[in-house]
């Protein structure tokens, strides 16, 4: 008797991990935003340094966990050592209050030399400012070092291509 027991207790055991499992469907709306805009900011390091670039943002909409994803491509300029350089990056926001992670490539030039990198960047964003702080790992230069390695920054974003989207699931006939 106590064997017939464990196994019904088995088998129901089995097939409500598999009715639990089956039950995970995509929900009924699905909620997301693209924001797409300029950014304007400054970055403090040895060097201050002026930034101006572009920023597109995904963000799904969730009662608990809000997450946004996000690429950017922008020019930074030193104008007095005369250094130009190129960023292009993505960060990850896991919810509405965390901190963003997120990786920049660069290309960073005097017009006499070039050094390339990239960079772990972490940060906090908050309404259209995202303060940023990072460590650039550059191509190594015994003459170029007029650049930052060490960083933080300040962006703030003007969002002006707002695209909303409800996606809602399609019941089956």
Same mark, same amino acid.
């Given at each position: =008797? /106590?064997?017939?027991?464990?196994?019904?207790?088995? =088998?129901? @055991?089995?097939?409500?991990?598999? *009715?639990?499992?089956? &039950? /995970?469907?995509?929900?009924?709306?699905?909620?997301?935003?693209? +924001? =797409?805009?300029? !950014?304007?900011?400054? &970055? &403090?390091?040895?060097?201050?340094?002026?930034?101006?670039?572009?920023?597109? &943002?995904?963000?799904? *909409?969730?009662?608990?966990?809000?997450?946004?994803?996000?690429? $950017?491509?922008?020019?930074?300029?030193?104008?007095p050592?005369?250094?130009?350089?190129?960023?292009?990056?993505?960060? $990850? +926001?896991?919810?509405?209050?965390?901190l963003?992670?997120?990786?920049?490539?660069? @290309?960073?030039?005097?017009? /006499?030399?070039?050094? !390339?990198?990239?960079?772990?960047?972490?940060?906090?964003?908050?309404f259209?400012?995202?303060?940023?702080?990072?460590?650039?790992?550059?191509?190594?230069?015994?003459?170029?070092?007029?650049?930052n390695?060490?960083?933080?920054? @300040?962006?703030?974003?003007?969002?002006?291509?707002?695209?909303?989207?409800? /996606?809602?699931?399609?019941? +089956?006939?």
């Amino acid at each position: =008797m /106590n064997k017939i027991i464990e196994y019904i207790f088995l =088998m129901g @055991l089995i097939f409500s991990s598999t *009715i639990g499992y089956a &039950q /995970n469907k995509k929900p009924l709306i699905d909620p997301h935003v693209r +924001k =797409m805009g300029p !950014y304007f900011g400054i &970055q &403090q390091g040895e060097f201050t340094v002026g930034e101006i670039g572009m920023e597109l &943002q995904f963000k799904d *909409i969730r009662w608990v966990k809000t997450k946004t994803n996000s690429f $950017h491509a922008g020019l930074e300029y030193n104008i007095p050592n005369n250094v130009l350089g190129l960023n292009a990056g993505y960060f $990850h +926001k896991p919810s509405r209050v965390d901190l963003t992670y997120g990786v920049d490539v660069a @290309l960073r030039s005097n017009f /006499n030399e070039e050094r !390339y990198g990239i960079s772990p960047v972490l940060g906090y964003k908050l309404f259209g400012f995202h303060l940023r702080v990072g460590y650039m790992f550059l191509t190594p230069s015994k003459t170029f070092t007029e650049t930052n390695q060490l960083f933080i920054n @300040l962006r703030f974003i003007l969002v002006n291509n707002r695209k909303f989207e409800w /996606n809602k699931r399609k019941n +089956k006939k």
